[in-house]
């Protein structure tokens, strides 16, 4: 029996060693030496056993065992113990039994962080942590397992977190992030230092999402030809299948995205009266401060207050001090709300000249367009549509933009009306192809449009097939389509 044990213990040395590829402190000085290191490995065996079976009571004593006398052991004791404890928590009735659980997650946390070089010197590649991504999962699990969750606590910590990992926040961090933020200034709405707080998480977040579904852009999607011969009405379009990489992207962060949008419009932070009175005072006491004033800009951009006074008073400020695009654009809206669009016009294209960054470019471009489609303006939409599909080419929102362009321009009797349609579909399509964050949006849209397509009950008396090239007048072709 001895034997038996004794050669159960070898093996789990053996894996231990081959699984984390040791490079760092030895084994025996993590485990111990003798009786200890038989105790420790011991109690390795009888925890992992028990996790593997969900019985997470049962593991609880060898664990604690392990993670006390020997916290170098292996990464895995950290992990697995902080997926145990958070199962238990959730199934646990009594609040102390909770509150106990909670305090060894807690510990955990800080334990890791306390040993985290060691521990990332004979970690593998996939289990080597950092100190930002280990506080953002502590802030996570506090702000969500926490019996008494203070919000000010929580945001604390997701904010050191993320402050370390930026663009590489994970995706469910980012969603516990904004919603605790969101909490956070529900429960100070006077306090204009956490407004102010709550609209820069918001834009943070979405520029981190924004740059890692940009990333999504660079796998290419696969292409399932339309058949417009087909019985089966969903064959007669082009299917658009995102590789397995821009998926997995896609449905990590664009969930966040969608979040971060429905907290920020419940919230009424960026109300623009709201924003005008943070910023007014702030403004006229900045004026000199060109970094500052861009910075406003950005944000009264962004949330469609580029119509209010202060957005024009920090655009004139910033043109003064330097002719930078955001400025040379408060100038144009400026203008185009008073009705000089040949003037706003100029300034938009002053603000394309100065810019050197394209994406920067595209964003301006697209900024005029929708300004363009919003006045009525559809040529000049379609234009400024086309200049930012050549700045930046996986930009979905730019054909959706003329797809809607297209549907608006729709004239003539219905068989005709139908074909702008068609060519609108056409553009979703575009858009899914190039912009897989722009997959939903696209979808709704292309949906609506196919509402128009032209009956094929009337179709088959008319003698009209689906699949036949028809022209739009000053669109191009497409590809006739019946519902």
Known sequence: MKKILFASLLALVAVAASAQDLKGTSLNDRIGHGQDSI?????????????????????????????????????????????????????????????????????IYDQRLKYLDALNSFATPKTTSTKGNIICRKAYDYYYFCPTVDNNVAYKMFKEGIDDMGPNTE????????????????????????????????????????????????FPAETIPADP????????????????????????YQPVQIKANELFVSSGAADCDALEKIYGAQVEANKTNLQYLNSVLAILTNFECDKSNIYYVAA???YQINKTPQA???????????????????????????????????????IVAALMYRKGNLAQCRAYCQKTLQYNPS????????????????????LQKSYYYCLAYDYCNKAKAVDPSSAAKANRAASSYAAHFYPKSEAFFAGIKAGQTVSVPGYGTTTLRLR
């Open 328 to 366: 040379a654009i408060g100038k144009a809206s400026k203008l185009l709300k008073e009705g000089d669009v040949n003037g706003a016009i100029k300034y938009f294209d002053e603000a394309l000249s100065l810019e050197t960054d394209n994406a920067k470019k595209a964003k301006y471009s697209y």
């Open 39 to 107: 105790d420790v490995l011991g109690s390795l065996s009888l925890y992992q056993d028990a996790f593997k079976r969900k019985s997470y009571v049962e593991a609880i004593e060898p664990w604690e065992y392990v993670f006390e006398k020997a916290p170098l052991s292996m990464v895995r004791v950290y992990t697995d113990g902080a997926w145990m404890f958070e199962q238990l928590i959730q199934a646990e009735t009594d609040a102390g039994k909770k509150k106990e659980y909670f305090d060894k997650l807690m510990a």
């Open 395 to 414: 930009n979905g929102g730019a054909y959706l933009l003329q797809a809607s362009c297209i549907a608006r321009a729709a004239s003539g009797d219905h």
């Open 229 to 252: 011969e087909s019985e089966d009405s969903t064959k007669w379009v082009d299917q658009v299948v995102l590789s397995p990489e821009a998926q997995k992207i896609v449905d990590n």
């Open 316 to 318: 004139d400020y910033a």
């Open 171 to 218: 995706g469910f961090v980012l969603y516990g992030f904004i919603e605790c933020s969101y909490n956070r200034f529900l429960q100070n709405k006077d306090n204009i230092d956490v407004r102010q707080d709550f609209i820069q998480d918001y834009m943070e977040t979405n520029d981190i999402c924004d740059r890692l579904l940009d990333q999504a852009k660079e």
